[in-house]
Structures are given as C-alpha cells and as structure tokens.
C-alpha cells in the first residue's frame, strides 16, 4: 500500500512506505555495509528512547542511511534479498523487525525544491511544519492562520494541559532573512493572543534558501 501527496494533479513524491527500490538501487552501486546502524535502532524500540535523531554532515550519507532503514522496516515489501547477507543480519532482532512495520519518509529537501520548481514555495514551507507536527501531535494544539495583534501569525503552537512546554509562534519566510520573521512577530504584535496565556512564549522565524538548499532558524523569547 503506497499514499501519495498531490498538488495541481503532479504527483510529487511517495511518503507513506516507499518500499525498497531506493535502496536497491543503492546497494547495486558500490556499496559500503552500514547497516549496523539498524542494530541501534531496534535497540530502542518499544523503549522510551524511542526518537533517535541521526545527524551528519552535508553529503556524508544521510539520503543513503534513510534508504535503508525504508527498505528494512517498510511491511509492503520483502527486503531479505537486501540485508541478509549484511552486517544487520547477523544480530539480535535482524528478524523480528525486518518489513514489519509502517514507514513515513519526508525528504524536507526534495519537497521544497520540486515545489519551487512548480511555483509554489512558500506553500511547501508551509507544509514542511505541517508534517513536523506529527511527532507533536500528543504535546500540541497547532492553530494556522491566526489572526493576531496587527495581522496574522502563520503558525501557533499551544500547549495542551499538563505540560510545562512553551506556546510557540512561528513565522515562515523564503529567501529572506530570519531574523526578519522575529521582527515580524514583534512589530505586529502577534503575541497578543496570547495575552492570557501563563507560561513561556517561543517566537520561532525560519527561512528557507532556495539557492543553498539550506535552512536557518532563529529563536527569540518573549
């Protein structure tokens, strides 16, 4: 089962278990074994260290480590031919979890820059925070378009009840600087609605270049 995410009928890309193509593809060139990366992972399945987040310099892997992880855990397709004979076969669990679970791959890079190429920029940035709002989902109520003090906040994030984490108002921008977005929530007051709101309040200004493919965030508190 494959869903995709449409805008003006284009097809722009397969998010929800993407299968192992990419992978395959991959293994096929000279391949260098780093599955043993998935070993650390299924460690922390079911545990409550359970957000791993893998960081690592522009052009060292990322796109390659998040092939393989599609292609080892994604249930909509059998990848026994790709990694039995790998590093990960050879450890505790390489079964257990092999193909067994529903996958979500974002490619925040790839999104933005067939989105700029169909005119539509902006959109995608707006986008981008929709899809970040899933792993916030139990924390969050987010509200778009608010309007506020003397116009309208893109983004606003408010607690729900019990937590201690802070309301956040996020401005968007595209090839413009971010701290400008900052200046934006201030000039225009856009904490205003939240006027009555106890705890702390997050300004977060984010922009996108479209030249450098790269983003900056600024993050300011009230």
Known sequence: ???????????????????????????????????????????????????????????????????????????????????????????EGYLAHLNQYHVLNLDITAFLSEAQRKGIPQQALRYVIKFAYIAAMGQYLKVEELPSGKGIADVVYLPKRKTMLPAMIVELKWDTPSEGAIRQIKDRNYPAVLQDYGGEIVMVGINYHSKTKSHICEIGRI
Request: glycine letters at 8%.
């Open 1 to 91: 089962m494959t869903a995709s995410l449409h805008w003006k009928g284009d097809c722009i890309g397969i998010y929800f278990n993407p299968g192992n193509s990419g992978f395959q593809r991959i293994v096929n060139s000279e391949y260098v074994d780093k599955t043993g990366l998935i070993s650390r992972i299924n460690e922390s399945v079911n545990t409550v260290n359970n957000l791993i987040c893998i960081s690592r310099p522009r052009r060292f892997g990322k796109s390659y480590a998040a092939q393989m992880l599609c292609a080892y855990y994604d249930c909509s397709c059998d990848s026994h031919s790709l990694f039995d004979d790998k590093e990960i076969a050879g450890t």
